[in-house]
T-cell receptor, first 112, second 114 residues
Framework: TQLLEQSPQFLSIQEGENLTVYCNSS?????LQWYRQEPGEGPVLLVT?????EVKKLKRLTFQFGDARKDSSLHITAAQPGDTGLYLC????????????FGSGTRLLVRP | ETGVTQTPRHLVMGMTNKKSLKCEQH?????MYWYKQSAKKPLELMFV???????ENNSVPSRFSPECPNSSHLFLHLHTLQPEDSALYLC?????????????FGPGTRLTVT
């Protein structure tokens, strides 16, 4: 069974701090996506990374796919209260074009 | 309306009730999905439809019955549920089932079974 482990599970930081969230697996994925979910809402797609070693930036968010396509990280610079939410990573199984394996999420709280 | 919408947003039902969840996508997509999100567990894929044809049933109990009358609408019919079925039920859509997984989610229906 393919699993995605996310760490940390919870993170509470002060506005302006930097943070990194990790998503790890022993299995290879065709691609990996990051979502943010706010209370009472569904997950919103932030980015998709496809190539091993790929780095994508979305304003203050930097996403990296591991060289072996087994892990990924999300780095937030100068976090703001609006970044508060549940961050989910999801890997696409190599034998499927639509089956996503989701991590259990990192709940981030950015205090003003 | 834009994106993916779901109704109702909240639902409380007894174990003997029958109810339906509705999802509508306004993105022109051909694939639709039902997921279950329980506390402290990763999102679980339940069903996948491609062009109104079910292509995935992820070992879901028969008390959950999906229906996809067209590529824009998806229903989840519920009957004789158990308390452990209480969860957030999320609908998602994608361009098709071959687009590498980029899925767009609705806001979910928070279901409580009493």
């Amino acid at each position: 069974t393919q699993l995605l482990e996310q760490s940390p599970q919870f993170l509470s930081i002060q506005e302006g701090e930097n943070l990194t969230v990790y998503c790890n697996s022993s299995s290879v994925f065709s691609s990996l996506q990051w979502y943010r979910q706010e209370p009472g809402e569904g997950p919103v797609l932030l980015v998709t990374v496809v190539t091993g070693g790929e780095v994508k930036k979305l304003k203050r968010l930097t996403f990296q796919f591991g060289d072996a396509r087994k892990d990924s990280s999300l780095h937030i610079t100068a976090a703001q209260p609006g970044d508060t939410g549940l961050y989910l990573c999801a890997g696409l199984k190599p034998d499927s074009s639509y089956k996503l394996i989701f991590g259990s999420g990192t709940r981030l709280l950015v205090r003003p | 309306e834009t994106g993916v919408t779901q109704t109702p947003r909240h639902l409380v039902m007894g174990m003997t009730n029958k109810k339906s969840l509705k999802c509508e996508q306004h993105l022109g997509h051909n694939a639709m999905y039902w997921y279950k999100q329980s506390a402290k567990k990763p999102l679980e894929l339940m069903f996948v439809y491609s062009l109104e044809e079910r292509v995935e049933n992820n070992s879901v109990p028969s008390r959950f019955s999906p229906e996809c009358p067209n590529s824009s609408h998806l229903f989840l019919h519920l009957h004789t549920l158990q308390p452990e079925d209480s969860a957030l039920y999320l609908c998602a859509s994608s361009q098709d089932t071959g687009t590498g997984g980029e899925q767009y989610f609705g806001p979910g229906t928070r279901l409580t079974v009493t």
